[in-house]
């Protein structure tokens, strides 16, 4: 595996693949690994000549009172990791290399989106994804590029701007890796103590529930959302941000899961802020 830290290596490289009739895949991370991008990494393996990863900590998607200067950080094992599941390329750029006044001067924003779900409470998170995530399409110029569906808010946008902007990249959603007690794997959770560990598991708790309820006939998406609220309510050391039931293209509140819902959650348990998903499917007719 070759670990690459300029745009002008990476670019080289990629064209070198691309001359050679190459399919590209890209997997974005900003590290500290878990299962959850390792599984993406395996996907792309098996359906890509050419397998690129990269581990940036992007700040432009960090506010002013989030957690950049202690979001986990593990390059030696991250590399390790992505060496033992066969990756060509690890992309580390560094922020200069990626920001060389400092800061984004020219902007991505995906409008009707950004400001739904994740981006209503932190302003400018998707536009800096959106801005980097654009930066490193242009890079690397993969063929497909691999996001897991934990951040489903992310996942829209990142979809739509593909559409929007006309690039010619195949965007594959990855199935949520939880640990074995349920809980959606995140590079936060090492943020969690043995008690909030315990305590976090309410949320995949809640959406369990709420799938079985609509296995069980219940579409009422105001309903469901309600007993989901009621649900965490109940551990009090966790706070709710938000549960919103809504259409996983669009974003938008949907009354009636008839014809499919994404129910999405995020809650902080102490100092740690937590998202998790599930789609609910549509009725078949």
């Known amino acids: 595996m070759r670990i690459l830290t300029t745009i002008s290596e990476m670019q080289s490289a990629s064209g070198m693949s691309r001359d050679r009739g190459r399919r ?27 397998v690129v990863a990269s581990i940036f900590v992007n700040p432009t998607q960090f506010g002013p009172d989030e957690d ?3 979001y986990p950080r593990s390059f030696e094992r991250d590399a390790a990791l992505l060496e033992q599941e066969h990756v060509d390329v690890l992309f580390a750029p560094t922020v200069e290399e990626m920001y060389p006044t400092g800061t984004a001067t020219t902007w991505v924003t995906v409008d009707g989106l950004s400001d739904k779900l994740d981006g ?13 995530v654009t930066k490193l399409f242009h890079i690397v110029e993969p063929d497909v590029a691999f ?78 959302a309600s007993f989901g609220k009621h649900e965490i309510a109940l ?36 100092e740690t802020r937590l998202i998790d998903n599930i789609i609910l499917p549509p009725d078949q007719h």
Not at 120 to 132: D, E, N, Y
Not at 170 to 197: C, F, H, K, Q, T
Not at 238 to 261: N, Y
Request: proline share 4%.
């Open 235 to 270: 551990e009090p050391a966790v706070k709710l941000d938000f549960l919103e039931i809504v259409h996983p293209d669009t974003l938008d509140p949907v009354a009636s899961v008839k014809d499919g819902a994404l129910v999405a959650v995020a809650a902080w348990v102490g």
């Open 147 to 224: 996001f897991g569906q934990k951040d489903a808010a992310q996942l829209a946008i990142i979809r739509r701007m593909v559409r929007d902007l006309s690039f010619p990249i195949e965007i594959v959603g990855g199935a949520i890796v939880r640990e074995p007690d349920g809980l959606a794997m995140s590079s936060r959770n090492v943020y969690l103590d043995g008690m909030e560990r315990r305590q976090a598991l309410v949320l995949h708790r809640v959406l369990s529930q709420i799938r079985k309820m609509h296995e069980q006939g219940a579409r009422d998406a105001g309903l469901l």
């Open 120 to 132: 209503r409470l932190r302003p400018g998170h998707f536009r800096g994804v959106a801005t980097v």
């Open 68 to 70: 950049l200067t202690k």
């Open 24 to 50: 590209i895949g890209l997997v974005l991370t900003m590290g500290a690994l878990h299962e959850g991008h390792l599984a993406l990494v395996r996907t792309a393996r098996e359906t890509c000549h050419w």
